[in-house]
């Protein structure tokens, strides 16, 4: 399997996915534990995949994406943004939005 063909597996078989530096217990940079704490404020699941882990991984959900930074989010195989976008959106209420209309589920216990 390619690293294309699993970012694509992994955004399109998990509701919510974080592709960020370290992982949702230990994020390994600002940005990763900034969208850590919105996700897990919201009361949202997510699978979180530690890019320091693979330098194919990291490269590839750039070229994925078209998008030069991580943390990187997805919600029902739709990219959403990365940490600033995310933030911004979660004070606005537009995240929480989002969610509800995909039909995710909050408040869930992870």
């Not at 537009?94 to 995909?102: H, I």
Request: one cysteine or more; charged letters at 20%; hydrophobic letters at 40%.
């Amino acid at each position: 399997m390619s690293i294309e063909q699993f970012i694509d597996n992994e955004v399109k078989s998990n509701d919510v996915v974080l592709f960020m530096k370290g992982t949702p217990q230990f994020p390994q940079c600002g940005f990763s534990g900034q969208v850590v704490q919105i996700l897990d404020h919201v009361g949202v699941g997510y699978k979180g995949l530690n890019v320091l882990e693979s330098a194919d991984l990291r490269n590839g959900i750039k070229t994925y994406s078209n998008w030069p930074t991580i943390p990187q989010l997805y919600v029902k195989g739709e990219f959403v943004g990365g940490c600033d976008i995310i933030r911004e959106m979660f004070q606005a209420g537009e995240l929480q939005q989002l969610l509800a209309d995909k039909g995710v589920t909050v408040n869930a216990v992870a």
